[in-house]
């Protein structure tokens, strides 16, 4: 089927995402976001091959091969000794093996080539400082004095438009929370590999950090159970969150904890989910990204899969007879992929947070497995072809 136009609204990574990818087929869309500007916040993020090789789609590789790294593994050490455990070749060979590039790089970083090929395209239009609520397409129409036939909702995680859709998930605290800070390349320690993703694991906590050319620096995001603080994305962490950060890794490698120690300004980010429910009214309104299924940071693809939800609500659209039958395909073939990623980041919680005779066993059976046998077991993931 054809339509003219689309609304999409919220200007993150699915919404620029979608608004590209239906401008690619010719579709014109107004884009909605309700801050005034698109700012610099959160932190790194990793683009796995899925995602990356949607990117390259868009014709933006060679801007994000100029910003990002490509590490060229990504390991798993112990965070109580500093002994490899195992890793995963990236690198070359994930553009081998997947057929696409495996890049890290600031959240701002992505959103703002994004937003740069936006504001270039002659069939797209941003709209900043413009929230939209409840009854988007009334409201919509009043904006712009157009109709669209569709209605993309890519506000996030807390998104105000799932109320339009009866069924729709609602969002939960996961029970876990996360602090993110940055270290300057000067005072990086040498027992950080400068070209890796390293994610050391304790007892129920674990650490990921790699390095991000556009700060100079290494992202560093260090994860553990908690109570709900309540929403936030970026918020400066308070004397009492950062106690709570070395009580938690207290019991870590001694080079961890003075590095910890050292830290002065680290953010605290509790990790909200999205659950199951229904992401499309049956006509005109449809859920992406994190409005329809915010996941934990377990498996590295909360950009990735809202960069996959773009290209496949444009193929199930131009694909189907009509939009009630695109929506319901594109529900029902994202829900199967994001339940498979969900239990990967459950397995990988549980494997990353083990203790006790459970961590012994996950050391040695990790130990033994060659490289080249973990990336197989990555396949269905990184070499998925959403388009
Ligand atoms: C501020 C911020 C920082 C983040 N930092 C990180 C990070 O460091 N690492 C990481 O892995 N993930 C981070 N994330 C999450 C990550 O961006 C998402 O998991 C993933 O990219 C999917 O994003 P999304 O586009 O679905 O949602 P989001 O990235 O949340 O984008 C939603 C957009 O919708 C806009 N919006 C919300 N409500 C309305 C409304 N009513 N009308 C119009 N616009 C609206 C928001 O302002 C926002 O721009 C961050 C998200 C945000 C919002």
């Not at 994004?114 to 929230?131: C, F, I, M, S």
């Not at 499309?280 to 590295?300: E, K």
């Amino acid at each position: 089927m054809h339509i003219e136009n689309v609304a999409v609204v919220g200007a993150g990574i699915a919404g620029l995402t979608t608004a590209l990818a239906f401008a690619r087929r010719g579709i014109a869309c107004d884009l909605f976001e309700q801050a005034p500007d698109l700012v610099e916040v959160g932190a790194g993020l990793q683009v796995s091959p899925n995602a990356s090789r949607l990117l390259a789609k868009l014709g933006l590789l060679p801007q994000f091969e100029a910003v990002w790294t490509e590490p060229h593994q990504i390991a798993l050490v112990s965070g109580t000794t500093l002994r490899p455990i195992a890793h995963v070749p990236a690198g070359e060979t994930a553009r081998q093996r997947w057929g696409a590039p495996y890049g890290v790089l600031h959240r701002a970083t992505l959103q703002r080539v994004l937003r740069e090929a936006v504001d270039a395209n002659p069939l797209l239009t941003l709209h900043l400082q413009t929230p939209v609520t409840q009854s988007p397409h009334a409201a919509l129409s009043r904006l712009t004095g157009r109709s669209y036939p569709l209605v993309v909702a890519a506000d996030g995680v807390w998104s105000t438009l799932r109320a339009a859709i009866e069924g729709s998930p609602r969002p939960s605290f996961s029970g876990h929370v996360c602090w993110r800070f940055t270290i300057p390349d000067a005072l990086v320690p040498g027992w950080l590999p400068p070209d890796q993703v390293t994610a050391f694991l304790g007892p129920s906590t674990h650490l990921v950090a790699y390095p991000l050319r556009e700060i100079g620096g290494f992202n560093m995001v260090a994860i553990a159970s908690g109570a709900n603080p309540g929403r936030t994305w970026d918020a400066q962490a308070t004397e009492s969150h950062r106690q709570r950060l070395f009580g938690e890794f207290r019991r870590w490698d001694r080079r961890i904890v003075d590095l910890l120690r050292q830290v002065e300004r680290p953010t605290f980010w509790p990790l909200f989910e999205v659950g199951s429910g229904r992401w499309h009214n049956g006509r005109d309104t449809v859920l992406v990204g994190d409005a329809a299924h915010a996941v934990t940071p377990f498996a590295a693809q909360g950009a990735s899969m809202a960069i996959e939800d773009a290209f496949a609500l444009v193929r199930c659209v131009s694909e189907a007879a009509d939009l009630p039958q695109a929506l319901s395909s594109f529900e029902a073939s994202r829900q199967e992929r994001v339940a498979k990623v969900r239990s990967r980041g459950a397995f990988n919680r549980f494997a990353y947070h083990a203790r006790g005779p459970i961590r012994l066993g996950r050391d040695l059976v990790l130990s033994l497995r060659p490289p080249e046998s973990l990336a197989a077991d990555l396949d269905w993931l990184y070499g998925y072809k959403a388009d």
